[in-house]
């Protein structure tokens, strides 16, 4: 049972690992995608030209590499359980975010809303496994964590 569920984290994790490292091997397109969709909000949008001009990039170019950093960290917290609570928040937030600016199928229509509909339905039952992992939190091998009740091992 321990080597199933570590298993089953690496794998699960598996999507986000791959997802993060792609855009961060290709930066350029995924900072192009993220500033044709994603709006900042006015609250935030007061602080970016102060970052651009500390890095020298364009915001777009930073939130690729946070995206790729946050995708790849919070997925690895889970794989090694380590902080796999922590990781599946930040996963959970970072897949709303995703599905929010780039699978809005409710403002499409025909074959472009049917397969941003299949995306968000993807990424729903990524959320749904996160909180899983949430609900579960650091599991430890060796450790029963919900034993059988008293009463069952008579």
Do not use: C
């Not at 900072?31 to 609250?43: C, M």
């Not at 780039?102 to 339905?121: C, K, V």
Request: hydrophobic letters at 55%.
């Amino acid at each position: 049972m321990n080597a199933i569920l570590v298993l089953g984290r690496i794998l699960f994790v598996l999507v986000f690992i791959l997802s993060g490292a792609q855009k961060l091997m290709d930066i350029p397109a995924t900072a192009s995608t993220i500033g044709s969709k994603v709006v900042l909000p006015d609250v935030l949008t007061a602080y970016t030209p102060q970052l651009e001009a500390a890095t020298g990039m364009t915001t777009p170019t930073l939130m690729a590499i946070l995206a790729g950093v946050v995708e790849i960290g919070a997925a690895l917290m889970i794989a090694a359980n380590i902080g796999a609570r922590a990781g599946a928040v930040l996963l959970i937030l970072f897949t709303m975010a995703a599905t929010w600016y780039f699978h809005s199928f409710w403002t499409m229509s025909g074959p472009e809303r049917d397969a941003n509909m299949i995306q968000a339905l993807k990424n729903l039952s990524l959320i749904g496994g996160l909180l899983v992992i949430f609900a579960i939190g650091r599991w430890r091998p060796g450790i029963d964590r919900y034993p059988e009740p008293a009463i069952e091992r008579l």
